[in-house]
Structures are given as C-alpha cells and as structure tokens.
C-alpha cells in the first residue's frame, strides 16, 4: 500500500482525480470551506435528512455531479482530533472497501489542520481496515483493491504529514505482524515459529536475535519458566532480540512478552467454552515482535531488547501439578498453586534475565488475567507501575498512539495474599483483584530497574464474529519507546 501526501487547498478537492474522494466533515453545519459542486451535494442530502452531523455518519455518493472523482463519500466527526478522524476515516472505509477503489483521496474541511497524528491514523486506520487472515483459509474474502491513499492538506502540513504517514506506516507493519502471528492457530504460531519470525525480522532490519531452546533453558535456571514448558511435548523457545540504535554504552529499554501458544490451563484444566481463544495467549509476545519490527524501520536513536518466553501450557504425565514447588532464575522459589497461573512463571524468569542488560526500564506485554477483562473490559489495557515517570510516560504514549491503556494500583497490600507455607510465595492469591495480585507476584522479581506491566488480556483479541487479533499495544510501545530516543 502507498501511501502519500497531497498538497491541495480545499477548493480543489472537487477536481481531484482519483478513484474515490473521502471527505472528512468536522462541524455542525456544511463547512463554508466546501467548494460549490460538494457542499449543494451535501446540503441537499442533509435537508433530505440522510445525513446528519453527528459522529461517523457516512453519505455515499456515485458519480456524483460536478465532481471528478467517480465515488465520493462523506463523513462527520465530532472535532478536529486524531481519534476522531481516525474512527471517521475506518467508517468512510466501510462505505469504499467493497468497490473497486485503488486510489483514494482523503480530506478534511470544516477543520482543515492536519497533524503527523492525523496523518498516523490514516495510515492504521486504512491498514487496519484491509488486511484479510489467509493462512489457514485461503478461500478467504480477497483483500480490497485499494493500492494507494493520499492525504490532502496544506503546503505548510507537508512535513509534519509526511512524518506522520512513515510512523504510521511502520507502525501498521507492526501491527499487521502482530495480528498475524497471534492469529495463526496453534499448531502453526509455535514456539518455534516466533523465533523464526523473530530470525527473519533480525536479517530484514539488521539487529542480533539468540533463540534459546529446551536445554538452554534448563542451563540458565529458569526452573520457572521450565516448569510450565514441561508438559508440553513442543519445544519452548527463549527469543532475545537486540536493537542497537545508540550507543553501546546507553541503557536499553527491555520489551518481555508472554507467549504461551496455547493456554490449557494445564493439570488445573480450564473449561472447554472458548478455550480455542487461548491461542491468542501469545499476544504479548506478538506485540513485541511487531514492536520490533516497527523500531526496525524507524530506526530510533535508543537500546532495545526484546524478549519473548514462549512454550504451551498443556497437561500430561510430565506436566507441572498444583502444589509443586519450583525455584526460579531468580533464586526465589515458587509453589504453584495453579497451574493456569503460567503467564506469571514464564514472565518472572525473563523479567530476571533482563538485570542483565542494566535497563534503563523493563515493560512486560501479557495476557495475564481474566480479571483485567473483568476490571476494565476491552477498551483500555492495564497498566501497572510503581515507578512514577515510567508510568506518565507509558499513558503519555497511550494517548499519542491512540491506544488506550488505565493505571492500576500496586499498593504492597495486595502481596498479603501470595504467602506460602511451602515456598517463598505461592502463584496465586485469592479471586479477589486477581490482576493486580498477578502484577503484584510479577514486582517480587523486578527491584534492579524501573519496571512496567501491561496486562492486554482484554485487548489483544476480539472474540465472538469479529473474532481475531488486535495487534495491540504495537502503538502504544512503539510510541513508548519513540519517545526514549528524545
Ligand atoms: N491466559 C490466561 C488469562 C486470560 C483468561 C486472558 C481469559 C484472557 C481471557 C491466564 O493464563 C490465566 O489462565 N489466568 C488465570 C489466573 C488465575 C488462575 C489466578 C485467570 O485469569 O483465570
Ligand atoms: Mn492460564
Ligand atoms: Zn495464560
């Protein structure tokens, strides 16, 4: 897809050539701004009463007179943001996707300011809205015609245009990535393959990928992490991924995510109701190779190591059982209560692994919990910090990258509950906040560096008809670690 910026004043728009005109309407009214052949079009259409000026209302129009373009579509948003011309845009996409548009022309007027923000969200928003799951279905819907998409702004918007549809470029390929790999089924997304997705990015974008395997696991202590991979008779796999874009010497940001490939439960068994949906228990994981990828074609001035614990959790005679206690990388030792409390004991051995490199902040991606879905259902992530600044920055760049994420509490009240009798502490607390007694387990192993948690268990997937992969939080960490570089 190419994407481009258009120098146009909005009184062009109707001689435009282009197989499609999408035009972004903020306001209450038909914007003054409007050149005659457009706004008679969208005044009548508004006195008929099929449109109206409220959020994401699309007006379709073929062939329309006085106008270049031979399919031209209206859309209202409530202001002048990015989110808004974000949501805007991805509903005038679902008026366009089916027809045969290959190039698109797309405008704003009553609020003509376009921002790289704007820009950023043109590139998701249209990437969002073409890419089609093909792997395991070929027969699949063939993907929208559409092959490039301009922008029209002013001649002073340029740069900060031009900017924006690069970030956003890479940040879609991100997100592209990390949909499909958490998408694939999983017997296809294994262990094995993220580290060979992982391989191929290192090669593509020219950064040092280690994969480690069984053996290697058992070498470096990560009795953990080991524990959960046991009974699963498909190797787990430990992916380091380094980005050197500063100097050797400057602390890296370290991206740790959870990919457990499918989650079972283990010998604490979940139920069969939508256990299919536990492949996607490698969103974490996924999120950090797209962030990668995203970070390798924007080429930052910062250090980032990407690391990814991945194995499936799965019951046999070889599998970890409920009170079994085991010692981490970290030297603490763990009784494990629950073997469906996996994510916490692949994460807390890489969490380890990561004093290593001195970071100079550790954020972990997981699909950690049933209860962050229940405490904030599928719109924001969660987001856990004790460390002040790493949080302000985290929701900083949640706002930017329009993915939304909530702080939660980590007050040391709620490790109360993970005392054992038998082990240092126990992998589960009670029902009770269990995200946060998640996070809390996860902060025993994270004293050496600032350190953030993400759980994203209720946005990394949809389920139901739209089921599949989000490729959250790609923006908000590529935004995140933008942001590091200064
Ligand atoms: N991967 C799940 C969390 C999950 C469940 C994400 C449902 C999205 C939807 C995780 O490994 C898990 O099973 N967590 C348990 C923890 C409990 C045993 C303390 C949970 O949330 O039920
Ligand atoms: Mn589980
Ligand atoms: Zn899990």
């Not at 499609?20 to 259409?45: F, N, Q, R, W, Y």
């Not at 808004?84 to 290959?102: D, H, I, Q, Y």
């Not at 043109?122 to 990437?127: P, Q």
């Amino acid at each position: 897809m190419d994407f481009q910026y258009q120098a146009t004043p909005a009184q062009g728009l109707a001689s435009l050539p282009a197989d499609a005109l999408l035009v972004v309407v903020s306001g209450k009214a038909v914007p003054a701004a409007l050149e005659k052949p457009l706004a008679s079009l969208l005044a009548d259409a508004v006195a008929q009463g099929d449109f109206e000026f409220k959020a994401n209302r699309v007006l379709y129009v073929h062939r329309p007179a006085g106008v270049k373009s031979a399919r031209l579509a209206f859309v209202a948003a409530p202001d002048g943001s990015a989110k808004a011309f974000k949501s805007a845009v991805a509903a005038g996409l679902g008026a366009l996707k089916a027809l045969g548009v290959a190039y698109l022309a797309v405008a704003r007027v009553g609020d003509e300011a376009v921002g790289d923000a704007h820009a950023e969200a043109l590139v998701t928003a249209v990437s969002d809205a073409v890419y089609v799951y093909r792997h395991t279905k070929p027969s699949a819907p063939a993907a929208p015609r559409l092959a490039g998409v301009a922008l029209i702004a002013g001649r002073k918007e340029g740069t900060a245009v031009m900017r924006g549809l690069k970030r956003g470029q890479a940040l879609a390929a991100g997100v592209a990535l990390a949909r499909e790999c958490a998408n694939r089924p999983g017997n296809h997304a294994t262990p094995s393959h993220l580290a060979s997705e992982a391989k191929k990015l290192g090669k593509q974008f020219g950064f040092e990928v280690d994969v480690h395997d069984r053996k290697d696991i058992d070498k470096l202590g990560m009795g953990s992490f080991l524990a959960v991979a046991q009974g699963s008779d498909e190797p787990p796999r430990f992916i380091v991924m380094r980005y050197q874009g500063a100097a050797k010497t400057k602390a890296p940001v370290v991206l740790v995510g959870k990919g457990i490939t499918f989650d079972s439960g283990g010998i604490s068994l979940k139920p069969g109701a939508e256990m299919d949906e536990m492949k996607f228990d490698m969103g974490g994981a996924a999120s950090v190779l797209g962030t990668m990828r995203a970070i390798g074609e924007l080429k930052p001035k910062v250090n980032v190591i990407g690391l990814i614990a991945a194995c499936e959790n799965m019951p046999s005679g070889r599998a970890v059982k409920p009170g079994d206690v085991v010692k981490s990388l970290s030297g603490q030792t763990i009784e494990i209560l629950n073997t469906d409390a996996e994510g916490r004991l692949i994460l807390c051995d890489a969490l380890t692994y990561a004093e290593r490199f001195e970071p100079a902040a550790v954020v972990d991606i997981a699909t950690l919990t049933g209860a962050c879905v229940v405490a904030l259902g599928h719109h924001h992530s969660g987001l856990f910090s004790a460390d002040e600044k790493l949080a302000t920055d985290l929701l900083a760049a949640s706002r930017d990258a329009l993915d939304p994420a909530w702080r939660m509490p980590l007050d040391e009240e709620y490790d109360e509950g993970l005392k054992s009798n038998f082990a240092d502490m126990a992998n589960i607390a009670g029902r009770a906040g269990g995200a946060i007694t998640a996070a809390m387990f996860l902060k025993r192993f994270t004293a050496k560096f600032p350190w953030a948690h993400l759980d994203i268990a209720g946005t990394a997937w949809k389920s139901g008809a739209a089921k599949g992969a989000t490729g959250r939080p790609v923006p908000l960490l590529t935004h995140f670690v933008l942001s590091r570089a200064g």
